[in-house]
């Protein structure tokens, strides 16, 4: 296996040390993971409720799985330079293989669309109730990052999250609780210069401090 610390870290950091197995959180029961994202051992046994494994163990099983995976990208030829691979083994690992070749980052990769293929891997935030996931939203941000490191071009943005609500924005009254809930997070030095460059070209808003949202961002 090739140096592929970069990946292996980001997964380790991402899932977590679990010395316990831990049911699916949708099931409730199988499958079970335990070590760093480990549901499978690497005679092909699955994990078992109430099964423990220390943290040497806990690696052993994430480095054959790494190694798996690695073997298989190769196999599907990418011209995938050191950091893409390792970018690409820890988004693998997360979404699990079959979801990897059903979604379009091979066939954007082939193309060369890079741009593309970070979209598509910045899709992947949602659980199974489609609400977005922080951990996961963190963890595509990292992939994202690595897998344009060695490339002239900007990261692209993980997702549209903040876009898509201005544009479905309807003033709802669970939207701007969520606005407002956000704002309050904030910091207020990054709240203003947000505020100053979004309305760059248009004072209205800042001549009219107590505007509603509702005009704000319909407009």
Request: hydrophobic letters at 35%.
């Amino acid at each position: 296996m090739s140096d592929l610390s970069r990946a292996i870290n980001l997964i380790r950091k991402y899932e977590g040390f679990n010395e316990k197995a831990y049911p699916d959180p949708i099931t409730g029961a199988e499958p079970y993971t335990i070590g760093y994202g480990t549901q499978f051992y690497p005679d092909g046994s699955a994990v078992r409720r109430g099964q423990f494994c220390t943290m040497e163990k806990a690696l052993e099983y994430l480095f054959n799985e790494v190694s798996i995976i690695e073997t298989q990208l190769d196999k599907l030829n990418l011209g995938l330079d050191s950091v893409m691979r390792q970018a690409l083994i820890s988004f693998i690992h997360s979404i699990g293989w079959e979801p990897f070749l059903y979604s379009h980052v091979i066939d954007c990769v082939e193309n060369e669309n890079f741009c593309a293929a970070t979209e598509e891997m910045g899709q992947w935030i949602f659980d199974a109730d489609h609400h977005v996931v922080g951990n996961l939203l963190d963890r595509r941000r990292e992939e994202i990052n690595l897998f344009l490191e060695d490339l002239d071009e900007h990261p692209w943005p993980t997702s549209e999250i903040l876009l898509g609500a201005f544009r479905n924005y309807s003033a709802s009254p669970h939207e701007i609780n969520a606005i407002q809930k956000l704002e309050e997070r904030i910091s207020p030095y990054i709240l203003s210069e947000f505020a100053n460059e979004f309305c760059s070209g248009n004072n209205q808003w800042l001549d009219n401090p107590t505007k509603d949202y509702d005009s704000v961002f319909s407009s």
